[in-house]
């Protein structure tokens, strides 16, 4: 493995040259996507993850038991409970820098599923898993590498099982074993920061049945293996990262996700955390869902960038101190805490697992993610309304620059007489990014579907929400003695 110690986000970004990944965007191969003009900016996210390691060390590292030196905390096994708070701390954090989706949570949800669920697959199993991915793990925290997690399937017939599709690469699976490994087929899609990665971990979608064997396949690979084509996903205005900084709302951070189409990779053995063990399936969907359920904390990051956009719009249109933008910011910030909240109470509620690591509160993890795919929304509607019909209707940049329209639009564009045309015309094309354009993917529709869609959750929450005791409670106090003969 080559040796990339890396230390800085510019020496991530570095460490992205060269690679020769198979990448399409808008219908054209790209070579360099460092050198992107649509793909830097999630590029520029991911380097924050870096950043902040050395800023604010205590936040974003954390001391390896793998390494005896303090690691990205991105790649570390959580061993109590504060360690899985400071997570969320981190989360937090790098939603208000960067504004978006900083793509390398996955990773960290995915290593810290796996390490309990492989040590409970070698102890039913007698198989080495466990040992195989510690190994994999002190590797990556030396490296300092990015991992993206490759867990959602593209699926096909949705009323069909894996082994049922009349294609069976619509679920990711074995397509020939041999001595050294395995090789893969299918494609997983909506895949955060993958491009952007340098390992990818492939893990099943769903609760497999014993004989989809072939599905049930965990195993990590390099972003660079042969065999892997990456297809950029579309983003609302992506295009704007041609245009002027200003028409970018944000015009150095985004997120990405893409298509990721195998056709035959390899796994070596030694990197492979499952093969075949169907019946661990659902554990593994269920801790990491759990995890990155939590994860979603990072809306409220976001969400501060939000708020600091409205009170300041609201600022330049002089209205600042109106009782009615009070208290809509009032709201926003209420609704933002209601998210932090639960994730990070989830985080507090983490319970030892067999294997030492601890894992987040489930139930909890289900309601902070439930309350993200809705409280987003309404933020963005807040901040829409405390911004005017002008973040809609503003002329272009382009126009602004003009010698011709532009003393027009910098005279009627003006709010507050003290404040400048431009920075008005800058913190509107920020909401508009955060609410409409490119950071909105990562802001609503991620929020809505990332983690699994709404209705994944309130499955989960259903199965947890212990109604028979609950029933009980309220009987006993209303004086109720049942005999169930
Ligand atoms: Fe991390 Fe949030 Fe992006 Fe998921 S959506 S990878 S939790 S920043």
Redesign the pocket.
Known sequence: MKDRKILTGEDYIQSLRGRKLKVFLMGEQVNEPVDHPVMRPSINAMARTYDLALEESDLATAMSPFTGERVNRFLHIATNAEEVVLQNKM?RR??QLTG???????GM?ALNALYSVTYEIDAQRHTSYHARLKEFIQQMQYHNTVIGGAMTDVKGDRSKPPSQQADPDMYLHISKRTKEGVYIRGAKAHQ??CINSHWLIVMPTLRLQPDEVDYAIVGALPVEAEGITYVVGRQSCDTRSLEGEIEAGNAEFS?QEALIIFEDAFIPNNLIFMNGETEFTAMLVERFTAF?RR?????SGVGDVLIGAAATIADYNGVEKASHIRDKLVEMTLLNETIYATGIAASYQSQVTSSGAYLCDELLANVCKQQVTRITYEMARLAQDLAGGLLVTMPSEADYRSVETGPMLEKYLRGREDVPTESRMRILRLIENLTLGRNAV?YLT??LH??GSPQAQRIQIQRQMQLEFKQQLAKKLAGIEESRS
């Open positions: 989360q790098l939603g978006t989706c900083f793509q390398r949570c996955v949800d955060t920061g997120g990155h994860s979603y904390v990072c809306k990562g991620e929020s990332g983690a």
